[in-house]
């Protein structure tokens, strides 16, 4: 039977795998290649966790969330590129995303009008990027939706598409 951990500052590796009720026992037992003392090690930052293991975790887990978690926080790519998801509520992302491609459509003829030469002139450099800016509200709730989806095919409340 493996101890209950009192430690206070503990890694969202270590957090999830205690909310599922698993030891590293029983977490070790439950993914391929992985042992109580590799689980430690990644979970107290001893060693650095992989892209692979990131993977794994997420997916026997069964928490899409990791994934970018990993992305954002661990990767050093991801810490300059990856957008930060949250998990929401469905119809939280809708609205999210219909009123940014809402405000999108109201700005398609300014950037058709940016974007005509190639080049941002000094005068549509705020213009442009407010636009971007909706541009990434739109990614982001894009990437949120996934995580839902993800969420929901984890947990069982979906399928996955046949391809």
């Known amino acids: 039977m493996g101890r209950r951990s009192i430690k206070e500052n503990k ?5 999830t795998r205690e909310d599922l009720g698993l030891t590293r026992e029983k977490a070790g037992d439950l993914i391929p ?6 689980i430690e090690k ?6 650095q ?6 993977l794994l975790l997420a997916e026997y887990y069964r928490t899409p969330s990791l994934r970018n978690y990993y992305c954002v926080n661990e990767c050093p ?3 300059v590129h990856a957008l930060r998801t949250e998990s929401k ?15 999108l459509s109201r700005s ?6 940016i974007v005509e030469d190639g080049e941002v002139q000094a005068d549509e450099y705020a213009d442009f990027t407010e636009i971007k800016a909706t541009l990434d509200r739109i990614a982001l709730s894009v990437s949120n939706l996934q995580l839902w989806v993800d969420e929901q095919i984890a947990t069982g409340k979906l399928e996955h598409p046949k391809l």
């Open 11 to 15: 890694s969202i590796w270590q957090k």
């Open 33 to 38: 290649g992985f042992s109580p003392e590799r």
């Open 42 to 47: 990644i979970e107290n930052g001893r060693t």
């Open 49 to 54: 966790i992989q892209p692979e293991d990131a």
């Open 77 to 79: 790519i991801g810490q």
């Open 89 to 103: 509520e469905l119809a939280q992302i809708a609205v999210e995303t219909l009123n940014a491609v809402n405000k």
């Open 108 to 113: 398609r003829d300014r950037l058709l009008e």
